[in-house]
């Protein structure tokens, strides 16, 4: 099969470089799928420059990509959740740095996978369950309700602009961090924008005199804004910062969980999130696909399709 890889840590988006490898084993309790899409997130890079080798192993050469959406083409032994034929998108992140997403074929344990709502585009699905799995556990984890105003920080980015859709369909008022360009793309989603840089504390309570019952910060870096605003016993949480946890918040770090991938898939099916595609690349472009993601001016989600 053919696979994007890498044989060492790098910087250097051009040592990635596409090789035939062997066909992956499905073993018990797994599916083989074959990939139509797969979404660039910022940990891909990070992990490709060894900047997480503290935390995860690495077996080289690396397949980067954690998110896939495809079709079952085998399973393994004692896998009766799914046929062959199925649509299905996962989180497929696995205990060991190697076998990633940007290549023709992945095997995806069972319990991380979720079915495709057949109306949902391929590349929307392949762009879902990293980024939709991380806005969800946070806002589960801040127990957003309709009775909340929340406050998210980057909300016109990847994980942002799915976690603005996500408190709208559960009610809340949102109010959401981001560059002026982006606000009319907020309001949109159904977020009330606020512009970065100085002042923002004193914009945001223009909007939310009594404070926000919840933050979600997905950028990291922001306590300065997030303590300042918020409701007495009100909540945070960010992806990016661990030090929110010394003042109360939540440190987040997504887990693969199919049946927390097929909650998103069941919210897209019914028209409450929708995927913000910024631009597709090939396999043979994933090094463009890191460097538009590097740039810092991405809206939404690149990513690589089969």
Same mark, same amino acid.
């Given at each position: 099969?053919?696979?994007?890889t890498?044989?060492?840590?790098?910087?250097?988006?051009?040592?990635?470089?596409?090789?035939?490898?062997?066909?992956?084993?499905v073993?018990?309790?797994?599916?083989l799928?074959?990939?139509?899409?797969a979404?660039v997130?910022?940990?891909?890079?990070?992990?490709?420059?060894?900047?997480?080798?503290?935390?995860?192993?690495?077996?080289?050469?690396v397949?980067?990509?954690?998110?896939?959406?495809?079709?079952?083409?085998d399973?393994?032994?004692?896998?009766?959740?799914?046929?062959v034929?199925?649509?299905?998108?996962?989180?497929?992140?696995?205990?060991?740095?190697k076998?990633?997403?940007?290549?023709?074929?992945?095997?995806v344990?069972?319990a991380?996978v979720?079915r495709?709502?057949?109306?949902?585009p391929?590349?929307?699905?392949?762009?879902?369950?990293?980024?939709?799995?991380?806005?969800?556990?946070t806002?589960?984890l801040?127990?957003?309700?309709?009775?909340?105003?929340?406050?998210?920080?980057?909300?016109?980015?990847?994980?942002?602009?799915?976690?603005?859709?996500?408190?709208?369909?559960?009610?809340?008022? *949102?109010?959401?961090?981001?560059?002026?360009?982006?606000?009319?793309f907020?309001?949109e989603?159904?977020?009330?924008p606020?512009?970065?840089?100085e002042?923002?504390?004193?914009?945001i309570?223009?909007?939310?005199?009594?404070?926000?019952?919840?933050?979600?910060?997905f *950028?990291?870096?922001?306590l300065?804004?997030?303590?300042p605003?918020?409701?007495?016993?009100?909540?945070?949480?960010?992806?990016?910062?661990?030090?929110?946890?010394?003042?109360?918040?939540?440190?987040?770090?997504?887990?693969?969980?199919?049946?927390?991938?097929?909650?998103?898939?069941?919210?897209?099916?019914?028209?409450?999130?929708v995927?913000?595609?910024?631009?597709?690349?090939?396999?043979?472009?994933?090094?463009?696909?890191?460097?538009?993601?590097?740039?810092?001016?991405?809206r939404?989600?690149?990513?690589?399709?089969?």
């Open positions: 099969m053919r696979a994007a890498y044989d060492r840590y790098t910087t250097d988006n051009s040592d990635i470089q596409v090789r035939d490898l062997p066909k992956p084993k073993f018990p309790g797994s599916v799928i074959e990939v139509r899409a979404g997130n910022p940990v891909d890079w990070k992990l490709m420059s060894g900047a997480l080798d503290g935390l995860i192993d690495a077996t080289f050469p397949i980067p990509g954690w998110d896939v959406a495809g079709i079952v083409v399973k393994g032994t004692d896998t009766p959740e799914f046929e034929g199925d649509e299905v998108l996962a989180y497929a992140r696995k205990d060991v740095l076998d990633g997403t940007f290549a023709e074929l992945v095997a344990p069972a991380r979720a495709k709502p057949a109306d949902l391929w590349e929307q699905a392949g762009a879902l369950p990293l980024a939709g799995g991380t806005a969800l556990r806002l589960d801040l127990q957003v309700t309709a009775e909340d105003t929340v406050l998210i920080h980057a909300a016109a980015g990847g994980v942002g602009s799915l976690g603005v859709q996500i408190a709208r369909a559960r009610g809340a008022r *949102v109010l959401g961090t981001a560059s002026e360009r982006n606000h009319d907020l309001r989603l159904g977020a009330e606020v512009a970065y840089g002042g923002v504390v004193e914009r309570r223009e909007l939310a005199p009594d404070g926000v019952q919840a933050v979600a910060d *950028v990291g870096g922001q300065d804004t997030t303590l605003v918020l409701a007495k016993n009100g909540r945070h949480a960010s992806i990016a910062d661990g030090s929110v946890t010394e003042h109360g918040g939540h440190a987040v770090w997504v887990r693969p969980d199919g049946t927390q991938t097929q909650r998103l898939a069941d919210l897209a099916a019914k028209g409450d999130l995927v913000p595609v910024a631009a597709t690349f090939s396999l043979e472009e994933v090094a463009d696909a890191f460097a538009a993601g590097q740039s810092g001016h991405t939404g989600k690149n990513v690589i399709v089969l």
